[in-house]
Nanobody, 119 residues
Framework: QVQLVESGGGLVQAGGSLRLSCAAS????????MAWYRQAQGKRRELVAT???????TYADYVKGRFTISRDNGRSTIYLQMNSLEPEDTAVYYC?????????????WGQGTQVTVSS
C-alpha cells in the first residue's frame, strides 16, 4: 500500500508557472510508473504526463513543450513543472501511482491539488 500527497497548487495568472509535488509513502519500493492527471469542472479526468522509474516520460499533446514531469526515486516524489500556463489548464491535478502486487498492479491516487489560471 502507498499514500500519495500532492502540493503546490494555487492561483496564477496566464503565462505564469507553478510546480506541483507528489510525495509517496508506504511501500514505495513497489511503485512502478507514476503520472499526473487533471480534471476540470464538469469534464472527465485526463492524463497529463507519465514517468517511469528509470525516468522515461510521456506527455499529452496539450502540455508538450510547457510542462515537465520529473521523478526523484530517493525521495519517492514526482514533480510537475508547469510553464506558460493557460486558463484552460485550470483543474484539480491528481497524482497517480501503479503499485506492483503479486497478481498484477493496483492504482493509487492522491487527493488532488487545485490549479487555477486567471486570464
Amino acid at each position: 500500500q502507498v499514500q500519495l500527497v500532492e502540493s503546490g497548487g494555487g492561483l496564477v495568472q496566464a503565462g505564469g508557472s507553478l510546480r506541483l509535488s507528489c510525495a509517496a509513502s508506504g511501500n514505495t519500493f513497489k511503485i512502478n510508473d507514476m503520472a499526473w492527471y487533471r480534471q476540470a469542472q464538469g469534464k472527465r479526468r485526463e492524463l497529463v504526463a507519465t514517468v517511469q522509474p528509470i525516468g522515461t516520460t510521456t506527455y499529452a499533446d496539450y502540455v508538450k513543450g510547457r510542462f515537465t514531469i520529473s521523478r526523484d526515486n530517493g525521495r519517492s516524489t514526482i514533480y510537475l513543472q508547469m510553464n506558460s500556463l493557460e486558463p484552460e489548464d485550470t483543474a484539480v491535478y491528481y497524482c497517480n501511482a501503479d503499485y506492483i502486487t503479486r497478481v498484477g498492479t493496483q492504482t493509487f491516487w492522491g487527493q488532488g491539488t487545485q490549479v487555477t489560471v486567471s486570464s
